[in-house]
């Protein structure tokens, strides 16, 4: 199939008429309908049968269009980039995260790196930390980032910022002079809120627990800390939470403790090996990386602002 036939099959799939074909691609219906029977010719199939003057896909036309979505999706792409390029020709950032630091860490760091680079063109995807690597790997993505090392022989992992897991409660759950101090993890709330257990720092959070002789114990499970967030400001319940997480918490209705001993936290750039950053990208991570700083010294500050 040449491209012509490819946007006219799109076109006549989406619209369902060879007229309306014809208007979304701008071109006259009778051109319209010459090239598609010209690719009909070339496929040597019928992809669709004329009834009452309407066209209807035949088997073989319904199994094509899923293959021939993608690559017309695929084109768009490739068009949508080309303007890009052509709107700011020297660079563009193509950024991706999980989604737990989309919402807590990267939009105030876009917001940051933003007033630095105003036009250069910047799009921000989520995927979990599998996603990144396929993105990365595929060329959709220029760098990502992760709380989990993926230890992929194609991704280059560097942790650029290192936090703890913190407790995050109630208001009322410790006297003020215990905001920020330190809790021994046999001294965890007893309504706490967990984690799916699939998550790596869940992992090493229990770890340490069994390190400790404790036990984790929780009555309620959710699939993410945001979620585990919301649920501590609305009052039903305490949770160990990422330190950026942890940032973004309500301290009109929350307080967080850090535990003890320690259980550390690593931020990840992740960049495909061989592939080097702009200059904006790199700006960029440096704008994730005070951001995090700033967030992690908000935390601590606010804990010691309640205790004061």
Not at 13 to 19: A, H, L, N, R, V
Not at 197 to 216: I, K, N, P, Q, W
């Amino acid at each position: 199939m040449r491209l012509r036939h490819i946007e006219i099959f799109h076109a006549v799939m989406q619209t369902g008429t060879i007229s309306g074909a014809a208007q979304l691609l701008n071109i006259s219906q009778p051109a319209a309908t010459k090239v598609l029977q010209h690719c009909e010719l070339q496929l040597g199939l019928k992809l669709f049968e004329r009834i009452r003057g309407k066209l209807h896909p035949t088997p073989e036309a319904h199994r094509l269009f899923g293959e021939v979505d993608k690559l017309q999706r695929d084109l768009q792409a490739v068009r949508r980039l080309a303007a890009n390029l052509k709107t700011n020709p020297a660079e563009a950032v193509r950024l991706a995260s999980t989604p737990t630091l989309s919402i807590t860490l990267i939009p105030e760091a876009l917001a940051r790196w933003r007033r630095r680079f105003e036009k250069v063109h910047c799009t921000l995807a989520t995927f979990h930390t599998a996603g990144l690597v396929n993105s990365l790997l595929v060329g959709d993505t220029d760098l990502a980032f992760s709380l989990y090392d993926p230890c992929h022989p194609g991704i280059h992992s560097e942790a650029i910022i290192r936090g703890n897991m913190t407790v995050i409660a109630p208001a009322d759950t410790w006297p003020e002079d215990l905001h920020g101090q330190p809790l021994k993890l046999c001294g965890l709330p007893k309504n706490l809120i967990g984690i799916d257990l699939d998550d790596h720092l869940v992992s090493r959070l229990l770890d340490a627990c069994e390190d400790e002789g404790t036990v984790f114990e929780s009555s309620t499970m959710v699939q993410t800390y945001l979620q585990a967030k919301t649920l501590v400001e609305l009052g039903a319940g305490a949770a160990v939470v990422d330190p950026f997480t942890a940032a973004i918490a309500d301290r009109s209705k929350t307080a967080c403790r850090p535990v003890f001993p320690a259980v550390g936290v690593d931020l990840y750039l992740l960049s495909r090996k061989a592939t080097p950053l702009s200059r904006s990208a790199h700006a960029f991570v440096d704008a994730v990386r005070q951001t995090a700083n700033d967030h992690i010294a908000r935390a601590s500050a606010q804990a010691q602002s309640m205790r004061g």
